[in-house]
């Protein structure tokens, strides 16, 4: 049973950074792509950042490549997302994801494919 946890949400200020944390048990992180989506109030959710498995290639919503950054540690099968000059668009719950699938696929966006969810962080961004 696939089973993922976020953390590392909390509140912080506009311009400040934070790295989200994403520990996934029955599932490996080294063979499966993993995925970041968010959803801010009032908004669809929407993909945020996806790593393949095995080669690691990685992918961005357009708007956030530069100042988000995925990654992961495969001894700790944890996923991180690193966020950067965070502002209030980015307040947001954020939620990672696996599709039980070694690569992201180009509809990795839609998040249809995904069928293993954490259960949430918050990310909150105050002036």
């Known amino acids: 049973q696939v089973q993922l946890v976020e953390s590392g949400g909390g509140l912080v200020q506009v311009g400040e950074s934070l790295t989200l944390s994403c520990s996934a048990s029955?599932?490996?992180?080294?063979?499966?792509?993993i995925a970041w989506f968010r959803q801010a109030p009032g908004k669809e959710r929407e993909g945020v950042s996806c790593?393949?498995?095995?080669?690691?290639?990685?992918y961005y919503k357009g708007s956030l490549k530069g100042r988000f950054t995925i990654s992961r540690d495969n001894a700790n099968n944890t996923a991180y997302l690193q966020m950067k000059s965070l502002n209030f668009n980015d307040t947001a719950v954020y939620y990672c994801?696996?599709?039980?699938?070694?690569?992201?696929?180009?509809?990795?966006?839609?998040?249809?494919?995904?069928?293993?969810w954490g259960q949430g962080t918050q990310v909150t961004v105050v002036s």
């Open positions: 029955g599932v490996r992180l080294d063979v499966y792509a």
């Open positions: 790593i393949s498995g095995l080669d690691g290639s990685q």
């Open positions: 994801a696996t599709a039980g699938s070694t690569r992201c696929g180009k509809l990795w966006k839609m998040g249809a494919t995904f069928g293993s």
